[in-house]
């Protein structure tokens, strides 16, 4: 069956850092794979719906030869799915330069406020930036020509002012996906400023949260000299004005509800609670990642069992730790670190009866993890600094009960709109110990009133309901009036 034929103003061009789909070869022919879940799966979706083209890298990594010419992008139909793919291959050097240089080990850590990790080397940046210039001229043979381009994430920062240079009526949107600094951290970056003017090509730039709305805003402004109306959240640089808001992300909630309530995966609870024969489950779900707070959280969580012996035999940690990028040496020495702190733990508190932590470290399907998820007293969702975290919306959705906790880190996008947990700052660890103590004995009608309230918004301001507020404001044509500079100090606020 093939889709409808989309209205031209309907239609999108998604360009991004990886596709929703995998290549896989059979035999002679090769196929594509569809990613489980996750934002990939509802821009997929979108794109069903209005027609048009998906950029992004294939993931495929060809090695670097002088003077050997660059491939097209490999195009291919999504079966049944009314749009195609066009996939870009990159070779050894652009991978490393590109991807695991400048976007992971320089602007991810930064971003993310660990200025002490990040590294910057100049060849990187050059490697960067011809990435970038290599997206920006595939995309501008797909611009629709009244539709929306969509550029995603931190990998492709310069790209919308890239594209805009080649096709100067394109309607371009933005959204960046990772927190996004202050000035004063930002500045530490040697290239800030182009990637703030690089994100300026844009029509409209979106953020998880205020916060982050503001600091571009604030970037804009003291790395560019561009001329900023906060009030208005419009930036103008150049004769252009781009607008700039919070889209607060969303989870697929329906779907959590309904995997959440359906009767074999409650017995599957069931089973895992009598496995466990604990009287109350603590869970933590995360990638292995710095910024994940995982190692803090396991010592505010042995601080708490030293300070309360009275919760022995009665308390298990499960934390559920996805590997990531264990071929870095940087993320083989935190997974060690980890490793000896759940042994420690372990060792120190055990029992022949009792093992107070369970350290799980592998991925685990959507349904596996909603069945922990409804097993589970209280979630700890306490990240360093998080965009927005999407366990805890997760969580919250699966939770058909009306019952559980969430303890939520400060410093999580999350936290924004999920201001009824017990939020919780990962740095401090005497109130981690103590947010993990209140949790464990918080009155039923406390935290049913508290997860009523998130449920509430976490099954209304879905996926969905994020996908159409977001291109709704793109579709709306920027103003072309410049942007008056706010006259004091109170205004910019």
Not at 81 to 94: F, I, K, S
Not at 222 to 245: I, K, M, N, P, W
Request: hydrophobic share 45%; glycine share 6%.
């Amino acid at each position: 069956m093939i889709a409808p034929r989309a209205r031209a103003a309907d239609r999108l061009l998604i360009i991004s850092n990886r596709a929703p789909y995998s290549l896989r070869r059979r035999g002679h022919a090769t196929e594509l794979v569809r990613s489980i879940g996750g934002l990939s799966s509802t821009l997929d979706d979108a794109l069903r719906k209005r027609g048009g083209v998906w950029l992004a890298w294939s993931g495929s990594v060809a090695r670097a030869r002088r003077g050997r010419r660059r491939p097209p992008p490999r195009s291919m139909p999504v079966r049944d799915g009314g749009y195609r793919l066009r996939l870009l291959t990159l070779n050894d050097e652009q991978v490393a330069g590109y991807y695991h240089g400048l976007s992971n080990r320089s602007l991810w850590p930064l971003c993310h406020y660990f200025p002490t990790r990040a590294e910057f080397d100049e060849r990187e940046w050059k490697v960067y930036e011809a990435v970038n210039r290599l997206f920006a001229h595939a995309a501008s043979k797909s611009v629709p020509a009244r539709g929306i381009t969509w550029v995603h994430d931190f990998h492709l920062a310069l790209v919308p002012r890239m594209l805009r240079s080649l096709r100067p009526s394109a309607r371009i949107a933005a959204f960046w996906h990772i927190p996004f600094p202050a000035p004063a951290v930002l500045r530490i970056f040697p290239w800030a400023r182009e990637v703030v003017i690089g994100l300026l090509g844009s029509d409209l730039i979106g953020f998880h949260t205020g916060d982050d709305a503001t600091h571009f805003m604030e970037c804009a402004r003291h790395l560019a000299d561009a001329d900023v109306a906060f009030g208005r959240g419009e930036v103008a640089y150049h004769g252009r004005v781009t607008r700039v808001s919070s889209f607060p992300l969303g989870v697929e909630a329906k779907e959590f509800d309904r995997i959440g309530s359906d009767p074999e995966v409650l017995d599957e609870v069931r089973r895992l609670r009598l496995s466990l024969r604990m009287e109350r489950l603590i869970l933590a779900v995360d990638r292995l990642d710095y910024t994940k707070g995982i190692l803090q959280r396991l010592q505010a969580y042995e601080r708490f069992l030293a300070a309360r012996p009275e919760w022995h035999r009665r308390v298990c940690f499960v934390q559920i730790q996805v590997p990531s990028r264990e071929s870095v040496p940087e993320y083989r020495s935190l997974r060690e670190q980890i490793d000896r702190a759940v042994g420690r733990i372990s060792g120190r508190f055990s029992t022949a009866e009792w093992t107070p932590v369970r350290y799980l470290c592998h991925g685990f399907g959507r349904r596996d993890l909603a069945v922990f998820y409804r097993a589970a007293d209280v979630l700890l969702v306490t990240p360093l600094r998080d965009g927005m975290n999407l366990v805890a919306q997760e969580f919250v959705a699966t939770r058909g009960d009306g019952d559980g906790v969430l303890v939520l880190s400060l410093f999580a996008g999350a936290a924004e709109r999920l201001r009824e947990a017990l939020l919780v700052n990962p740095y401090d660890q005497s109130a981690m110990q103590r947010a993990i103590e209140r949790a464990l004995v918080l009155p039923t009608v406390e935290r049913r009133a508290a997860m009523r309230t998130m449920r509430r918004r976490v099954m209304t301001e879905d996926v969905d309901w994020w996908l159409g507020w977001f291109l709704a404001a793109a579709a709306v044509e920027t103003s072309p009036r410049r942007a008056r500079r706010p006259r004091s100090r109170a205004a910019r606020r």
